[in-house]
């Protein structure tokens, strides 16, 4: 089975901190995604990455920055964490674009 | 990229069939059709993709006319269960044509009443 995983599934930071939110797949897959979850507005990409240092901005990618060094591993990167980036996010990664997603169980992220 | 309507939320009982539909007015001829079902605290899981006609696995079923403007999730004999998010996406592999960004957009929520 692929397996996703996600550095932590509850977190509390500070506004202002620097935050890192790691993500690791065992398949082998070259895409990786970043996507934030939010009541009523659905899931929203924020990153993905189709190689190894590559990167593309999805519809929300301000206040964040990724890093892919391997290819098993996608962070994301809050810079200075703001109250409004308090959110459910989740990691993906896939073989191609658009063939099957597989998700890791996701990071709740509260910024007090 | 197509954008996806869907409806909002939608209620049903267990054991009947419930078809969700999902509209894509100006989807692209390399564009693919994929479904995923969203469980409360968990992540999205693929049910399934199709390109034209009819597509079946052992989960739903997949429905899309010849103008392929519009998909139908079709879930037999729903359970109690089957209670989560439906999103339909729109798109194609950059390589085939399409575009890079998949949307989720804000899904359907179905709820199966005993």
């Known amino acids: 089975d692929v397996k996703v995983t996600q550095s932590s599934r509850y977190l509390v930071k500070r506004t202002g901190e620097k935050v890192f939110l790691e993500c690791v797949q065992d398949?082998?897959?070259?895409?990786m995604f970043w996507y934030r979850q939010d009541p009523g507005l659905g899931l929203r990409l924020i990153y993905f990455s189709y190689d190894v240092k590559m990167k593309e901005k999805g519809d929300i990618p301000e206040g964040y920055s990724v890093s892919r060094e391997k290819k098993e591993r996608f962070s994301l990167i809050l810079e200075s964490a703001s109250t409004n980036q308090t959110s459910m996010y989740l990691c993906a990664s896939t073989v191609g674009q658009y063939y099957e997603q597989y998700f890791g169980p996701g990071t709740r992220l509260t910024v007090t | 990229l197509a954008k996806t309507t869907q409806p909002i939320s939608m209620d049903s009982y267990e054991g009947q069939e419930v078809n969700i539909t999902c509209s894509h007015n100006n989807i692209a001829t390399n564009d693919y059709i994929t479904w995923y079902q969203q469980f409360p605290s968990q992540g999205p899981r693929f049910i399934i993709q199709g390109y034209k006609t009819k597509v079946t696995n052992e989960v739903a079923s997949l429905f899309i006319p010849a103008d392929r403007k519009s998909s139908t999730l079709s879930l037999p004999r729903v359970s109690l269960s089957d209670t989560a998010v439906y999103y339909c996406l729109v798109g194609a592999p950059p390589l085939s044509g399409g575009s890079y960004i998949p949307t989720f957009g804000r899904g359907t929520s179905l709820i199966v009443h005993p």
């Open positions: 398949m082998d897959h070259e895409n």
